[in-house]
């Protein structure tokens, strides 16, 4: 499936890494000395928001039952097709095959 990285600019050693495949989401934060890697089925994801700074974007995933997500970082454009692309995953926003 597909994978993105968080700007480089901002921090070229540590990017944020979101990673998708059939069943969910993998979000790895790093940090100098170790980090941190969180799997999230997409039926466990209640919603998703967006953090829009001037020129990056903090993707905020809220998990059922776990703590919220925080990704940081992105470009508006890989922020927003993160978004989509989980929204398009979660058992209740997929549309509807008869419409």
Known sequence: MEKFRSSSFKDPLNPDVVE???????????????GTDNFVFYSDISGV?????????????????????????????????IKELILQNVPSNRPDPLR
């Open 49 to 81: 928001e967006i953090e829009n700074g001037m020129f990056f974007s903090n993707i905020h995933v809220i998990p059922r039952a776990r703590p919220e997500i925080i990704i940081r970082n992105f470009s508006k454009g890989d922020a927003r097709r």
């Open 20 to 34: 998708f495949n059939d069943k969910g989401v993998t979000f790895s934060t790093r940090k100098l000395i170790g």
